[in-house]
T-cell receptor
């Protein structure tokens, strides 16, 4: 079990550029979550998927953010165009199922810096 | 919406001593799950312990235990025999389970624990 794999680990980009963050969940997990962590706001849920279907995207801050899960083993979070206030650590997490006590397994996060 | 409050932004403890981290939450639900996660400087989020609200018995994982007070909506974490490797940011988290809930995991703002040798 390789755990949740996120790439890249660090991303530095200029304002206005498109940014794509990638996530491979643990095999067999049915739920996938994208979180954003900042000093000011802590850990915020952006969106989560069950069986590749987006269930709750109410945390996505703006239309500039979009997330997809084309299959059970891959998800992307895209920001277009990026802004300096998007600078944060973005975590992907997966769990067996969203509705029980199975814990979230987190990736190592992507630290995004937008200049 | 559920909220999770960790009133101690920072705590410190001497190695081998015991420390308790506080967490309270606000909910109208009767069934839910509670978690403590640890985030060391490596940034990795690691599950420490979990508790089902319907269970009265407090969860225990080796040196880590919780004091779950459902009526008071309190879920504190006790770390016994603290070790240098316990130094990290600790997050309390709440997950809804009821009908119509979105199973969202809501985190507190965290408590930074320092372990002094």
């Amino acid at each position: 079990d390789a755990g949740v794999i996120q790439s890249p680990r660090h991303e530095v980009t200029e304002m206005g550029q498109e940014v794509t963050l990638r996530c491979k969940p643990i095999s067999g997990h049915n739920s996938l979550f994208w979180y954003r962590q900042t000093m000011m706001r802590g850990l915020e849920l952006l969106i989560y998927f069950n069986n590749n279907v987006p269930i709750d995207d109410s945390g996505m801050p703006e239309d500039r953010f979009s997330a997809k899960m084309p299959n059970a083993s891959f998800s992307t979070l895209k920001i277009q165009p990026s802004e300096p206030r998007d600078s944060a650590v973005y975590f992907c997490a997966s769990s067996l199922w969203a509705g029980d006590i199975s814990p979230l397994h987190f990736g190592n996060g992507t630290r995004l810096t937008v200049t | 919406a559920q909220t999770v409050t960790q009133s101690q932004p920072e705590m410190s403890v001497q190695e081998a001593e015991t420390v308790t981290l506080s967490c309270t939450y606000d909910t109208s639900e009767s069934d839910y799950y509670l978690f403590w996660y640890k985030q060391p400087p490596s940034r990795q989020m690691i599950l420490v312990i979990r508790q089902e609200a319907y269970k009265q018995q407090n969860a225990t994982e080796n040196r880590f235990s919780v004091n779950f007070q459902k009526a008071a909506k309190s879920f504190s974490l006790k770390i016994s025999d603290s070790q240098l490797g316990d130094a990290a940011m600790y997050f309390c988290a709440y997950r809804s389970t009821g009908p119509g809930s979105n199973y969202k995991l809501t985190f507190g703002k965290g408590t930074l624990l320092t372990v002094n040798p």
